[in-house]
């Protein structure tokens, strides 16, 4: 149920409307979002998950990013305009510690949660890339950890493993093909640790949580990127992982016929195309070579990661029922052994995209 008399309180904070209509908009798993109606516009509300993310930090590096843009004269022109608050802030923090935001809705913009076509793969790739050569141009010494150990492999796989010390033995018997999978793998995060952990890796700026559905695609224009609450110190070796896990599998991310669940190579080679022929030049050596690891590593990590959740009880991701979490493990792990069953044309069309 909508607590419609809060939220247009809330939505007094940002704009001298009234609201003629809230309804609950999009599918994040994390965000509460709202598509905010009055007579003459369209917005879209958003309340932050104050659980996961450490609100300080991420009101900071809105407010930095922000500045940057409207600064150099770039509003609009990578993610929709945010209607500040009557404190000229981008955040609203309410009574109980809550923080919400606003922004414009744009009328020819739409999302996908499945790409329609090669065209629009490749298209979400150079927004990605786009975005990417963006944050390259920012410094990121004033941006903070909205969520520390985001992308620390280790650390992920810690939290699994003790998920499965604590879980109840009937979580263990649901789960038991997933958890086998999970732990004869461990090697792709353990990988990926050592990766992180050598000298010569680099972090940037990064986006984060580079889903498909986190572009907003327009017509005539440039797509725009949203949801950048964890814009923050990261590596183009996840943001780039993360757009082939939610794209080339070309199946829902909670798709119970796992026989649609297959690792698209046509699909790959359009979104590395679309991602790498500008970025490639600003690449280090080290991002170069694990781009294959960087991918197994994020499906593998987002597969434990929704394990972990069905284990302790579905207590970070949005769900709809009690099996939802690990229904997602499961396509994660179907995708990452089509990803594996590929690795030798993977590497052919990496070496043709990077030459
Ligand atoms: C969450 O917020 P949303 O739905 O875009 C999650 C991502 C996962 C994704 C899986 C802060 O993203 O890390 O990859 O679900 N975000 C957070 O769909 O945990
Ligand atoms: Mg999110």
């Not at 104050?50 to 990578?78: A, Q, R």
């Amino acid at each position: 149920m909508i607590d419609t008399t809060h939220i247009n309180d809330i939505f007094s904070n940002f704009s001298q409307e009234s609201t003629t209509s809230i309804k609950p908009y999009g599918d994040g798993h994390i965000n509460k979002t709202y598509l905010a109606e009055t007579i003459n516009n369209k917005y879209i509300l958003q309340k932050v998950n104050k659980s996961v993310f450490d609100l300080e930090c991420l009101v900071n590096n809105y407010e930095v990013l922000d500045n940057y843009i409207t600064s150099n004269g770039l509003s609009g022109k990578y993610y929709p305009p945010y209607i500040k608050t009557n404190n000229k802030q981008i955040h609203h923090i309410d009574s109980d510690g809550s923080c919400w935001r606003l922004s414009v809705y744009l009328n020819d913009s739409l999302t996908h949660q499945l790409s329609p076509s090669i065209n629009i793969t490749q298209d979400a790739g150079m927004a990605m890339s786009r975005f990417q050569k963006l944050l390259n141009s920012i410094n990121s010494d004033s941006f903070r950890p909205t969520i520390p150990d985001f992308h620390n492999p280790q650390r992920r796989l810690d939290d699994y493993l003790d998920a499965v010390k604590k879980t109840k033995s009937q979580n263990i018997r649901k789960a038991s093909e997933e958890i086998s999978f999970a732990n004869s793998n461990t090697k792709i995060a353990e990988e990926m640790s050592s990766i992180v952990n050598a000298n010569d890796f680099n972090y940037r700026l990064t986006h984060n949580d580079t889903k498909l559905e986190n572009i907003l695609f327009r017509n005539n224009n440039y797509p725009l990127i949203i949801d950048l609450d964890t814009v923050m110190e990261g590596s183009i070796l996840f943001d780039f992982g993360d757009m082939v896990r939610s794209i080339t599998s070309l199946a829902k991310e909670d798709e119970k016929d796992l026989s649609k669940v297959e690792f698209n190579i046509d699909h790959f080679e359009a979104l590395a195309q679309g991602y790498f022929s500008t970025i490639k030049i600003d690449l280090t050596d080290n991002e170069l070579n694990n781009i294959y690891s960087g991918m197994l590593s994020v499906i593998y990590i987002q597969g434990i990661r929704f394990l972990t959740d069905f284990l302790m009880g579905n207590v970070y991701y949005d769900t709809g029922y009690a099996e939802h979490n690990l229904d997602r493990s499961k396509t994660q792990f179907k995708l990452l052994q089509g990803v594996i069953s590929k690795e030798a044309e993977i590497a052919h069309i990496l070496d043709d995209v990077l030459e």
